[in-house]
């Protein structure tokens, strides 16, 4: 299966700015799909980003115009990059990969945005 590790996650001030990184094992021409999703404590993980084949994307509503989801071919990385980050942008992100062999998680990462 595909082997995602994660990071970048880590404690900012109310709107401050992170990247999250999420490095596959395998070539991202082989992965149908990817997206990050993130899950408070006590609530339902929910999908945050996603990005399509074709390169299209998919937002959450709430993180529209200040996230941006990407990704890089060559060193076959997801990115999240994450602009105005509210308090209730806090949460476990997890790197998600939908590939022929199956669909793999990362580890998730850590968001915190508190003064």
């Given at each position: 299966?595909?082997?995602?590790?994660?990071?970048?996650g880590?404690?900012?001030?109310?709107?401050?700015?992170?990247?999250?990184?999420?490095?596959?094992?395998?070539?991202?021409f082989?992965?149908?799909?990817?997206?990050?999703?993130?899950?408070?404590?006590?609530?339902?993980?929910?999908?945050?980003?996603?990005?399509?084949?074709?390169g299209?994307?998919?937002?959450?509503?709430?993180?529209?115009?200040?996230?941006?989801?990407?990704?890089?071919?060559?060193?076959?990385?997801?990115?999240?990059?994450?602009?105005?980050?509210k308090?209730?942008?806090?949460?476990?992100?997890?790197?998600?990969?939908?590939?022929?062999?199956?669909?793999?998680?990362?580890?998730?990462?850590?968001?915190?945005?508190?003064?």
């Open positions: 299966q595909v082997q995602l590790v994660e990071s970048g880590g404690l900012v001030q109310p709107g401050g700015s992170l990247r999250l990184s999420c490095a596959a094992s395998e070539s991202i082989s992965i149908y799909a990817m997206g990050w999703y993130r899950q408070a404590p006590g609530k339902q993980r929910e999908l945050v980003a996603r990005v399509s084949p074709g299209g994307t998919t937002y959450l509503p709430s993180v529209k115009g200040r996230f941006t989801i990407s990704r890089d071919n060559a060193k076959n990385t997801l990115y999240l990059q994450m602009n105005s980050l308090p209730e942008d806090t949460a476990v992100y997890y790197c998600n990969a939908v590939a022929k062999s199956g669909t793999s998680w990362g580890q998730g990462t850590q968001v915190t945005v508190s003064s």
